[in-house]
Every structure is written in structure tokens, then in C-alpha cells.
């Protein structure tokens, strides 16, 4: 069975999907399917017995939805849902588990996305697995109830525990889960993140509150050193949305010097941003590695930011050589936009602490 999931934005990426898809194999059908753009995408961990549901687990994500959820960024407890959303989460996995009967642990991965009739967010659920995901150990410890426990209890049929609703306890600390990419180990490979899973690990930290457990967690798995003021940043990817504008917004009063490999997104970031910045082009030398490392030295960049809206179709391509070599060269690489907006507000609160 071959699965290659990739998102279609346009009628060109869906001729060259169908056209791959069938010279694999022409006799199995591609499956499509809606894809909701901008959509918030949250995690519910469950224990049922006979369809009654034990307990649960709502975890968001940071990235957007699109990326798969072993390669988000899990928030637990969630600090941008609501009570009503957070209500209504429960509801769905007591109608999951009773509509299947089920008896032992499961996932969802739901998305919230924007009504276009106005009113409360949809709530769709996209996936549900009858198993223990990745996840259950991450939300046991932040919860403190071993969710293996209860789900061994519940299939074995012996000491079931009453229902309890470990989300409504208040808490004063909360948890965030990072992934872990080896993408050095993988020479050549395009640092890209899509609806195929490629991290190969992942991270946990506790703090009183988001910004320590998420700093924390992004510290413990990539272990960057914070660009300081005189350095360079080097900006790359989609142009079509506002994405890089924030970052550079964000990063602007911060002394840093900003770069890009391509003209379209020099003129981008200086007419879009409030405070006008200046971005100077360096060429990239694609296909000499040690030259590219000089330019990577002679502009001191120390950051990189490429929000593309694809994956690279060649290796000469300057957003794939922009990532691939600030792996490489050790060089801290953002390339989702919540996790690159995210990161850039600890950096601002970093540089005025």
C-alpha cells in the first residue's frame, strides 16, 4: 500500500498528484477530500468502558491543521479554547464512545474551524483510532492518571473506575509537547512539514504557564542559541500570505538585520511591514555547499524563517536549499507559521527580560 498524502492548492499541483498517483499505479483510485484552510486542529485522548466514557484528554495544537498531529505541538491544558468548545469536545467523545460501543482507549483528532453561517466554531471530527496514541503517556503525566491504567481496568473488565472529568480540575502549571526531527541524519531531505509524518521523537516540559513550557520544550529539543541583535535573520518562502510580515513586524525593533534569497521577497516584507525594513538579497551559490557555508558566514545568519506553501520540486530550489542548509549549518529554521510566530514572541520576551 503506498500512501502519499499532500495537501492541492492549485489545478497545476493536481495534475502532477493525479499523474504521479497513476504512473504508481493505475489500477488503485486517489482518494479526496475537503481541506479546511486555517483551522485549529485538537487532540482528545478517551478510556470507555461498554461505551461509557471513563475519562478524556483535549489537547491543542499550535501548528495548524495540515500538519500531521505526530509532528504538532501539543498544549495541555489548551489555552485557547473556551468553555463552551471545551464542553462541547467532551460531548463528542461521549457520543464516539457510545455510538461504537467502545471498551478500552481512543484518539480523535478534531478540527475547529471558523462557521461560515456565523455562530459557534464547527467541530468536525477528522480521525478516531481504537488505540493508545502516541500522546497517552504525555497526557497521563500532565494529568496525573495513568490513562494505560484505566484502559487495562476497562478491557480486562475487573476494578473499572467511575467516570471522572480530568478537565475541569484547575490547574497552575500546564505542559507542551515538541517533536523531535532528525532531519541530519537524512542527507538531502526537505526540511518541510505536511500531512505525512516526519518527526522521529519528541519532548515534554512542565511551566506555570505557556511561555515556560513552550520556551522550555523548544530549548530542550533543539537546543538553539537565541540570535542577538546585529545578526542576521533570513526570511524565505510564500509571499501570498501576511505570515512573514508578522515576523518581521515582531522582529524589527530588535536590531536584527534582515536577508533574503529572493528579490519578490525583499520587495514582500518592505512594502507590507508597519515599521519599513530594509532586506538586502544574497544570492545563494545552490550547488556548492562549501560556498553557500561562506554566505551563511559573511551575513552571520543566525535564524531562519521559509514559510513555503509546498514542498520543493527540485533540489535547486532556493526554499529547499534555504532549509536544507540551515539544517545543515546548524542554523535555527522555522518553516510552519504558528510555530514561527510562536517562537518569535519568546525571542521578544527573551530580549527584554
Known sequence: MLAAMTVIRSQEDLKDKLEAASSV????PVVITKFIEGAQEIDVDGVASKGNLLVHAISEHVEHAG??????????????LDDNTMKRLKEIAQKVAKAWSITGPFNMQIIKADNPEGGEPALKVIECNLRASRSFPFVSKVLGTNFIDVATKALVGQSVPEPKDLMAVKRDYLATKVPQFSWTRLAGADPFLGVEMSSTGEMACFGKDLVEAYWTSMQSAMNFRMPEPGEGILFGGDVSKSWL???????????????????????????????????????????DKRALREVFEKYDIRGVFNLAMARAKTTLDVDYVMRRNAVDFGVPLFMEPQVSKSDTMETIRCDMC
Open 245 to 287: 510580515t508578522t515576523i518581521a513586524d515582531y522582529l524589527s525593533p530588535l536590531g536584527y538585520k534582515f536577508y533574503a534569497a529572493d528579490k519578490h521577497v525583499k520587495e514582500f516584507l518592505e512594502s507590507s511591514t508597519k515599521e519599513k525594513v530594509n532586506v538586502e538579497v544574497i544570492e545563494f551559490p545552490k550547488e
Open 25 to 28: 499505479s493505475p489500477d488503485h
Open 67 to 80: 500538519v500531521h498531529s505526530g509532528d504538532a505541538t501539543l498544549v495541555l491544558p489548551p489555552v485557547n
